[in-house]
């Protein structure tokens, strides 16, 4: 069943004003691939939790939201086992899930909202931990014959928050399904755990032994403590990525800003874009509408009524001042649909 001019404002997290001419909701491969042949030459947009995404105007053609539901678990040996979770499930919800059975592997990529299909086509990443580090394929329809193609990890081109269905193969497949490789007993060994990233160390000293729990609980309690729910506050999350500078521009900041926050990588260093919106005077700064969260300057939010002009006339104000103040160029994270 194909619905007709419906309403997407409760369908991005930044809650941004967008019709879609005509909305599919498949429940099944097979029902995709019907929708796909049927739509002749019409413009295709694909929606998930609408949680990364700033829909800039009304989206033409057939937009397409998976609704598959399905998670399935296959054990793999004592210790290990793999997760296969349909696009539609709730990301959080399955990371709940596989904690409550115990499964390691999730857990710092908690609380991250949106769908499960969003999560490889982003290479989602949360408290020194990526998507990629865990999957083992991902299935997708294609998009020109309706073909089923499975892909492994390397496949994918996964990068920091970029894969292969979001840049070089854009727009051609369809992700529909997930394989996720997991750990528990004794394959869920304290070094195992990823625990040098943002605090999370210090939240977990001194309570007994690190559990997947105890992990999800600390980084719930630490997104809550910096990030505005989107039902309360819409947003899309880190509006922008941690740009990667090289190491003589890294020194050269650093003698200026003594407290600059930043991570090795192999291309030099990574700065924290929070820190550099914060620096540049934008922390709980507002521009009509909208804002930069006042706990967190890396969100952008939406105070009410804001639309996408709103949007991006702060994200290119805040762009602007961080690259007079330390010449770097910041890159935003969330995708723009039906485009710039």
């Not at 498949?26 to 029902?31: C, G, I, S, W, Y």
């Not at 409550?100 to 969003?118: R, T, V």
């Not at 949360?126 to 492994?152: K, M, Q």
Request: glycine share 10%; hydrophobic share 45%; charged share 20%.
């Amino acid at each position: 069943m194909i619905d007709t001019d419906v309403d997407l404002s409760t369908a991005n997290t930044l809650a941004l004003p967008a019709r879609a001419e005509r909305l599919a909701r498949p429940a099944d491969v097979d029902e995709l691939a019907r929708v796909l042949t049927g739509r002749g030459a019409d413009p295709l947009f694909v929606l998930g939790g609408g949680s990364n995404l700033v829909l800039t105007g009304d989206l033409p053609g057939l937009t397409v939201m998976p609704v598959f539901d399905e998670v399935s678990y296959r054990q793999v040996d004592e210790g290990l086992a793999q997760v296969r979770v349909g696009a539609g499930v709730v990301w959080d919800r399955l990371v709940a899930d596989t904690v409550a059975a115990g499964w390691q592997g999730l857990e710092n990529l908690s609380w991250i909202p949106g769908n499960a299909g969003a999560a490889p086509f982003q290479n989602i990443g949360a408290y020194g931990v990526e998507l990629a580090e865990v999957v083992s394929t991902v299935e997708a329809v294609s998009v020109e014959d309706g073909s089923n193609i499975s892909f492994d990890a390397d496949q994918c081109e996964f990068a920091y928050r970029d894969s292969l269905f979001k840049s070089r193969c854009r727009g051609e497949f369809i992700i529909t399904h997930l394989t996720l490789n997991l750990r528990r007993g004794n394959a869920c060994r304290l070094d195992s755990f990823r625990l040098d990233y943002g605090g999370l160390a210090e939240r977990l000293a001194g309570d007994g032994p690190v559990t997947p729990a105890r992990v999800r609980e600390a980084v719930i309690a630490l997104r809550q403590s910096k990030l505005p729910d989107p039902a309360t506050l819409p947003n899309a999350g880190s509006f922008f990525k941690n740009p990667v500078v090289s190491l003589t521009h890294y020194q050269r900041l650093l003698e200026r800003y003594p407290d600059l926050v930043s991570f090795p990588v192999a291309e030099g260093r990574k700065l924290a874009a929070g820190w550099l919106i914060e620096r540049s005077g934008w922390k709980g700064r507002r521009l009509g509408p909208v804002g930069m969260h006042d706990q967190q300057a890396l969100v952008l939010v939406n105070h009410g009524g804001a639309t996408a002009v709103d949007v991006l006339s702060l994200a290119a104000a805040v762009r602007e001042d961080v690259r007079q103040r330390f010449g770097v160029e910041l890159e935003q994270e969330p995708v723009l649909m039906p485009g710039a």
